[in-house]
């Protein structure tokens, strides 16, 4: 894209409106307003030959609304970013277009630093999606994208660290982005937060959910799509967030003695992801650092277990405690994936490659960059959406076509049975 400006579509039906939103995009010689329409029609109808990286819909419009013409426009050119504006007080319109596959909404008339950075950041998502990063040599062309939605068993992938503050969190919500954007908005991906008690997921994408899992305890042997519809959060990114409840007592309905089953696992905690993984093609679950009901239950039904930890002894020992166990549970060891996180080549420390020697092989290490983890934690922007080119980003955009590749390749035959038969008695044992 270096070079290239920015292609903008403009959709509003009052020319006035449209003429403003140019001028203030005048400002910056990044941005080219290449089109500008006054219907979503017309929108549908053009797109295709306009090619814009970023549109800006106007949600109420005469003949199909915004959030119609979004979805449509979306089918005929999917790599569109679309930006929706309205005037104040129309979140639950909002959550729909962010449902219809907005990324991202505006309210009207917006500032220009407020319209300019939001066109920037769209045209950042877009890259990471595109040629550049995926190679031949990946093997993952956007051909090989979605997983099969006739009969969705979408994957789910736990990431886990026996460790606290090891960077899971992190991992999690810059994977699931790293995996929506790489593959398109074809692939549905859900962000799972089974960090009950104090689950941060939320806070780490700047997103204020107004229902969580907890608004799924008293209904999870009846879910239903729209159910959890209205739970999920969306972040603009596309990824669907089911965040955890606001405080820890909020956690309490889904953490009850009666809800372990006889295997050790909570029933609640197995119904919501099974029902869950039946609308979305992944599911990537943040966990906390115990192998409690939670994590069995969990354990039960991951396809992909990554395994998080930093190149310091305790976090080794830990790792390598858990791999044990998982062996003692009978679980399938090439479901395990290793994550080295932190990894500073310049520092003294464990080599990753002995860690590697020790275990098993990394599937990638992600490099120690204290300053953009920071940042992304303090402004709840995710890295691969800020700094898509930084060695961090690239790290996890790596792990999330390594994920991909890994699950597209997988045959019918070959693909692991939805359910581990997990050595029974273990778990009440934990
Ligand atoms: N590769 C990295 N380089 C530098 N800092 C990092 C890296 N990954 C994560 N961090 C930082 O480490 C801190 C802990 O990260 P995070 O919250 O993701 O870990 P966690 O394992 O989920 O912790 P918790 O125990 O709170 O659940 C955060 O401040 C984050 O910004
Ligand atoms: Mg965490």
Redesign the pocket.
């Known amino acids: 894209m270096a070079g290239e400006k920015i292609r903008v579509m403009i959709v509003d039906d009052v020319a006035e409106t449209r003429e403003q939103l140019r001028k203030l995009l005048t400002f910056d010689p990044d941005i080219q307003v290449v089109s500008m329409v006054g219907s979503g029609e017309e929108a549908v109808k053009t797109v295709a030959s306009v090619q814009p990286d970023v549109v800006l819909m106007d949600i109420n419009l005469p003949g199909i609304d915004g959030i119609t013409a979004t979805s449509k426009l979306l089918e005929v050119s999917p790599t569109a970013q679309v930006v929706m504006l309205s005037v104040q007080g129309e979140s639950d319109y909002m959550r729909r277009a962010m449902m219809a596959g907005a990324r991202d909404y505006l309210t009207k008339p917006p500032s220009a630093d407020e319209l300019i950075d939001a066109i920037h950041r769209m045209a950042k998502l877009k890259p990471i999606r595109g040629a550049e990063v995926l190679t031949p040599a990946t093997g993952m062309g956007s051909g090989g994208a979605s997983l099969g939605s006739a009969a969705r068993r979408g994957k789910i992938i736990t990431l886990f660290?026996p460790k606290?503050?090891?960077?899971?969190?992190?991992?999690a919500v810059n994977l699931a982005i790293a995996l929506q954007s790489t593959v398109g908005p074809e692939i549905k991906v859900a962000l799972v937060d089974l960090?009950l008690q104090?689950g941060?997921v939320a806070v780490?994408m700047k997103l204020q959910p107004p229902r969580t899992i907890a608004d799924l305890a008293s209904r999870a042997s009846e879910m239903d799509a729209e159910l959890l519809a209205t739970v999920m959060m969306p972040h603009p990114s596309g990824v669907k967030v089911l965040a955890a409840p606001p405080t820890p007592e909020d956690a309490e309905s889904l953490l009850t003695a009666d809800v372990v089953d006889e295997a050790g696992g909570n029933r609640l905690i197995k119904s919501i992801l099974k029902f869950t993984r039946q609308e979305f093609d992944y599911l990537i679950v943040?966990t906390?650092?115990a192998v409690d009901e939670v994590m069995l239950a969990l354990l039960d039904l991951s396809d992909m277990i990554l395994v998080?930890l930093r190149p310091v002894i305790p976090e080794i020992r830990g790792a390598r405690n858990f791999l044990t166990l998982l062996q003692k549970m009978n679980y399938p060891m090439e479901k395990a994936g290793l994550v080295i996180?932190?990894v500073d080549n310049k520092r003294m420390g464990i080599q990753p490659e002995a860690i590697e020697r020790n275990m098993m092989p990394a599937l990638v290490h992600?490099?120690?960059?204290?300053r953009i983890?920071?940042t992304?934690?303090n402004y709840g922007v995710p890295f691969v959406v800020k700094e898509p080119r930084a060695p961090?980003s690239q790290a996890i955009i790596k792990l999330a076509q390594v994920i991909h590749k890994n699950f597209s390749d997988e045959t019918e035959e070959s693909s692991q049975p939805a359910e581990t038969q997990r050595r029974s008695g273990l778990g009440r044992l934990l």
């Open positions: 660290s606290g503050g090891t960077g899971c969190t992190t991992t960090s104090f941060d780490f943040d906390t650092h998080l996180n932190s992600v490099p120690l960059d204290e983890a920071l992304a934690a961090i």
